[in-house]
């Protein structure tokens, strides 16, 4: 009877090994080794640059900005004179007729039908306009057209700001699933070769049945973790693919590791880089400045225009002929100036001086909202990638501290001094601090990207460049 339960264990114990076994190859070939020759090899500044050029808001912002460039365009078409042509040619089927008393030409009552014109028909002119002055609506037309082309351009800065922290948010998931699959990799093949030991030193009455039940359960809890990462993988590679433009079913592997950064610079430096450098602060500047042009044109409607127009025209009709003769001609032309002066307009100008003042007060506003609140970001993610950074410096040395004990543990283990048990115990705590790790990478690095979002991707570079310099004038080596 004891015979038949060994050998029923041990065909349970080779079963397992077997799904174990199988389960670390399917992984294996699911992408988390090496990147095979057709893969993408994606690091961060490349995968910026592709979602740069694939981003569907980036690309209608860009619209935006051609659409500015336009009505900066129509605004100066009003500084400019305007020249027309028209033209009109028509041919008389039945000539248009009146009629007169007959009186009028001695032939008694009744009435006399008289047709008149030619067969054809022909009217050209050409006309000139220009204005004089308007009071200001012209040149603050184009100045407030120029202030929101400033401003779509502005805004379009910003908006590559927020797809580079898109990218890097989808690039550092990737990265962070990638290591926690790693991590669980490891973790399986712990323990299958805990629960392969626990077996064998059960078989040689070595290891108590707890001891190997404890393995084997402990085995059989790493798989469902094991393909919880790998899937959890698969998503974050399917985002950052998104992101960037790929295609789904492209095969990428990535590049940059979840390194730690470095310090910031002091917050004194990145408020004020972000006072200075700010892309949705300059767009909300030239906004609220296009705003206070649109009050100019406002006011100016109470004041008259002044213009000069001219123009040439040409008249004639015939009927034999292919052209008409020169006697059948007539020819016009003229110069005027006109003046425009506003009596009453129903209170529609001051109605629109109202609009215009309040939609300039709402501009203002709306920059001192988005000031106060761009400074607070600043402060927070300056504090909170200080905190990650320290944070991480701790679960650095949380892992080395638990490696060295799972050594420890194996030796002892190795030497009788020690139970599978504590082995196992080691081992789950060895990897918790190294999920611990990667996280606390991920964060210090997502911290980073906010920080850099907050203060603007050039200016933050710019105060980066400077602190490195700062650090390396110093001796410390980035």
């Known amino acids: 009877m004891t015979l038949s339960c060994g050998r029923r264990e041990g065909k349970r114990a080779g079963l397992r090994a077997a799904a174990a076994g199988a389960l670390l190859a399917l992984v294996a070939a699911s992408g988390a080794s090496a990147p095979r020759a057709e893969e993408l090899r994606l690091d961060l500044d490349k995968a910026i640059e592709l979602a740069l050029a694939s981003d569907e808001t980036l690309l209608q912002v860009s619209q935006a900005v051609a659409g500015a460039e336009g009505q900066v365009l129509e605004a100066r078409s009003n500084a400019l004179p305007q020249l027309s042509l028209t033209g009109q040619y028509g041919r008389n089927i039945l000539r248009p007729s009146f009629f007169l008393p007959g009186e009028f030409f001695e032939n008694g009552s009744g009435s006399v039908r008289i047709e008149i014109g030619e067969d054809n028909d022909f009217m050209g002119a050409a006309s000139v306009s220009q204005v004089l002055w308007a009071a200001g609506r012209v040149s603050a037309g184009l100045k407030g057209a120029k202030e929101y082309l400033a401003s779509f351009r502005w805004r379009e800065r910003a908006a590559a700001d927020y797809v580079r922290f898109a990218v890097k948010q989808d ?30 030193g059960f078989e040689q009455g070595a290891v108590s049945a707890y001891d190997k039940m404890r393995a084997e359960v402990e085995l059989a809890n790493r798989e469902a973790p094991l393909v919880r990462a790998k899937n959890a993988r698969e998503l974050a590679f399917f985002a950052l693919k998104r992101r960037c433009g ?47 042009q649109f009050l100019r044109i406002a006011k100016a409607a109470r004041y008259p225009i002044l213009q000069l127009n001219a123009y040439y025209a040409l008249q004639t009709q015939w009927s034999n ?3 008409p003769p020169d006697e059948l001609v007539a020819k016009s032309a003229a110069v005027q100036v006109g003046l425009q002066v506003p009596i009453f307009d129903g209170f529609r100008a001051k109605g629109g ?96 990207a906010y920080l850099e979002l907050a203060v603007g991707s050039e200016a933050f570079k710019a105060i980066d460049g400077m602190h490195e ?7 410390t080596h980035r």
């Open 171 to 200: 690039y550092y998931g990737a990265g962070l699933a990638s290591e926690a699959l790693l991590i669980e990799e490891k973790a399986y093949e712990a323990a299958a070769e805990a629960a392969r030991i626990a077996r064998a």
């Open 246 to 292: 790929i295609d789904a079913t492209a095969e990428i592997s990535l590049v940059d590791t979840l390194a730690a950064p470095e310090h910031p610079a002091s917050m004194e430096a990145s408020l004020a880089a972000m006072r200075a450098g700010s892309a949705e602060l300059r767009a909300l500047e030239h906004a609220a400045l296009a705003q206070g």
């Open 353 to 448: 001086i109202q609009k215009a003042k309040a939609d300039l007060r709402s501009a203002e506003l709306e920059l001192e909202r988005a000031a106060r609140d761009r400074e607070l970001a600043v402060r927070q993610s300056h504090l909170s990638l200080e905190n990650a950074l320290i944070q991480l410096a701790g679960r650095e040395e949380s892992v080395k501290l638990a490696e060295e004990t799972y050594r420890i543990a194996l030796v002892r283990l190795s030497n009788g001094l020690a139970t599978p048990l504590e082995r196992l115990d080691a081992e789950l705590a060895l990897t918790a601090a190294r999920v611990q790790l990667a996280e606390a990478r991920y964060s210090s690095r997502m911290a980073q």
């Open 469 to 475: 310099k700062k650090e390396t004038g110093h001796g």
């Open 321 to 323: 002929e292919w052209l």
